[in-house]
Nanobody, 124 residues
Framework: QVQLVESGGGLVQAGGSLRLSCAAS????????MGWFRQAPGKEREFVAG????????MYVDSVKGRFTISRDNAKNTVYLQMNSLKPDDTAVYYC?????????????????WGQGTQVTVSS
């Protein structure tokens, strides 16, 4: 089992920045891929960013490329999502997720563990 706990969400004005953190515990050695997803009101949950175990590979949804950066510190068992130039459309609950199999994917069904989510609200 892997437990994931997100933190760092909050209210920010458009153009501002936030840094989300995801602390992992349990069988952390099995987290081949870590990802961030988000779900806005009335919309389906969507993939935001993913990163491999050694941080050698990353993947982003087109809407956040150039603005968001995913990183991980395996010694601290923590994954981060640095969000810059935030827009009102970024408003959503952000979820941390872990995938035990190799290969970054944006498909929700491939991720094995999920955090509880943290709210990010961007005002105009």
């Amino acid at each position: 089992q892997v437990q994931l706990v997100e933190s760092g969400g909050g209210l920010v004005q458009a153009g501002g920045s936030l840094r989300l953190s995801c602390a992992a515990s349990g069988r952390t050695f099995s987290t081949a891929v870590m990802g961030w997803f988000r779900q806005a009101p009335g919309k389906e949950r969507e993939f935001v960013a993913g990163i491999s175990r050694s941080s050698g590979s990353t993947m982003y949804v087109d809407s956040v490329k150039g603005r968001f950066t995913i990183s991980r510190d395996n010694a601290k068992n923590t994954v981060y999502l640095q969000m810059n130039s935030l827009k009102p459309d970024d408003t959503a609950v952000y979820y941390c997720a872990a995938k035990t199999s190799l290969g970054i994917t944006g498909s929700i069904s491939w991720y094995d563990y999920w955090g509880q989510g943290t709210q990010v609200t961007v005002s105009s």
